[in-house]
Each structure stands twice: as C-alpha cells, then as structure tokens.
C-alpha cells in the first residue's frame, strides 16, 4: 500500500521538494501551505494541500479534523523562519521579529503535534526540523542569535514530545544541511533534491534506539 505523507510547511523549499519526492515515490501526500499559491504548487504535486498557518491556533486546530480518519507514516514539520538576518549577540531583536521566529519555530511544533497525534499510524516517524544552529554544544559563534534561540527551543520541544510519543511513534529532530532556498541563500552547500533526499532516508531508517535524538541530512547524530 502506498505510503501516507503529512508535511507542514511544504508551500516551498525544502518542505516542498520532500513533497515532490515522497509523490514521485508514489505516496499519498497531504502538504500545507499559507496561500493560494502555495496550494497550487502542492496541487500540482498531486498532494492534498491545507491551508494552516502555524502561528494561529485557530487554523492549526482545523488540521485535526481536516486530516480526521487518515493515518499518517511520515510526518514532517517544517515550518520555519530565520527572522533578521545579521541579528547577533549584543543586538537586541524588535518584539515583532521576536515573535515572529518564536511563534513559528517553537509555538508552532508546540501547536502543530497534538493536532496531528490522533492521525499518526503505529510506529509513525515524526521528524521535526530544527536547525545545527540550534545546537548549544556545537556553536562556535553567536551570529543569528534570534533564530539559534528559536530552534534551540525547538529542539527542547522534541525531546518532550519524545516522552509523550515513546512507544506510540519514533520522532527525532533534524538538521537539513545548509541549503539552497530562500532562507539558505544561493551560496549554500546541498541542493534542495541533495536535502530532502537525505532527510527522508534518515526518517525512514529511525529505529526505537533514534527516537529522541538529533540527526542531519546524512544521518550524523549531532549533540544538543
Ligand atoms: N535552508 C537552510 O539552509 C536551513 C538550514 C537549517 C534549518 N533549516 C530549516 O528548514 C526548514 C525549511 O527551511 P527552508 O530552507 O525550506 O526555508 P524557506 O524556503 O524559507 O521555506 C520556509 C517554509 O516554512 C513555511 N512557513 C513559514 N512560516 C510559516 C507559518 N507561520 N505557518 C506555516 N508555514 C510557515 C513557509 O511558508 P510560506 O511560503 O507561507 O512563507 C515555507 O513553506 C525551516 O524550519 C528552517 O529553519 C533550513
């Protein structure tokens, strides 16, 4: 039976290229996306595209009842923001830009799991999609420290939804390399193919002993 997809986050970038391939694999894919031309884009795909703003509880709890009854395999919770770019330490970010990146990187996971939980099939992979960024032990400067914060506390949020989810689905936070998108920039290192080839890969490999960890796109556990 063809494999069942959720991605949150899918209008573009990386969310939409793991779309595009889980398709391509033949999978039964349901993306979201912020607007009409996002949709389209996941139309296109042959996914089932929803309209679900993360940083609004009243559209995120559509998503319950909109995916009622489907049991998903593989889900994905993309969403992300950098924020201000050029934003580092001693720079004190503007409330708006501090609400932004918290709402979408931390408030969003937060909102966007217990939404989708009752849709998870048994053993379902759940990966979230943090940042190395985020990653205090391996930081070794303090520029973006805005976003770093943010996906520092998303990677806090994964191990919690780890101890809800034991033995229900195996969930894990990833790093998705430096990537060409309109976060990543031009200059960055891996393709979006290159990137979401290896996310899924890794996703479709956890086993029970990976639940709760840090991986990249490679697979390399990285620390906290
Ligand atoms: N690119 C990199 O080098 C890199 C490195 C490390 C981690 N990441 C992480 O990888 C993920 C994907 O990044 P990307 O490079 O593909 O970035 P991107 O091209 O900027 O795409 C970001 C995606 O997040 C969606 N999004 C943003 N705010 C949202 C909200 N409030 N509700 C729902 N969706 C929202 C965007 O939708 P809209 O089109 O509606 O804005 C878009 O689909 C992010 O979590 C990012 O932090 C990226």
């Not at 929803?50 to 909109?66: F, P």
């Not at 970010?93 to 799991?113: A, I, K, S, Y």
Request: charged share 15%; with cysteine; proline share 3%.
């Amino acid at each position: 039976m063809a494999e069942s997809v959720l991605v949150v986050g899918a209008s573009r970038g990386i969310g939409l290229e793991l779309v595009r391939q889980y398709r391509a694999d033949g999978a039964t894919v349901v993306g979201t996306a912020r607007d009409d031309a996002g949709l389209a884009r996941l139309q296109a795909l042959g996914a089932h595209a929803l309209r679900i703003d993360v940083t609004e509880l009243t559209s995120v709890a559509g998503l319950a009842w909109q995916i009622d009854g489907q049991a998903f395999e593989r889900v994905w919770v993309n969403a992300g923001v950098y924020g201000p770019s050029g934003l580092n330490a001693l720079q004190a970010p503007g409330r708006e830009d501090f609400d932004q990146v918290m709402r979408t990187n931390v408030l969003g996971p937060m909102q966007v799991v217990p939404q989708l939980v009752d849709a998870l099939a048994p053993q379902a992979r759940l990966g979230l999609v943090t940042s190395r960024m985020g990653s205090i032990g391996l930081r070794t400067n303090g520029n973006g420290w805005l976003y770093r914060a943010s996906k520092a506390a998303a990677n806090s949020v994964l191990r919690d939804l780890a101890f809800a989810l034991e033995g229900r689905a195996v969930c894990a936070a990833f790093h998705p390399g430096w990537v060409r998108t309109d976060m990543g920039g031009a200059g960055a290192d891996l393709s979006v193919e290159q990137s979401a080839a290896g996310l899924r890969a890794v996703l479709a490999g956890l086993t029970p002993a990976d639940h709760g960890h840090f991986f990249d796109q490679d697979g390399q556990a990285l620390a906290w």
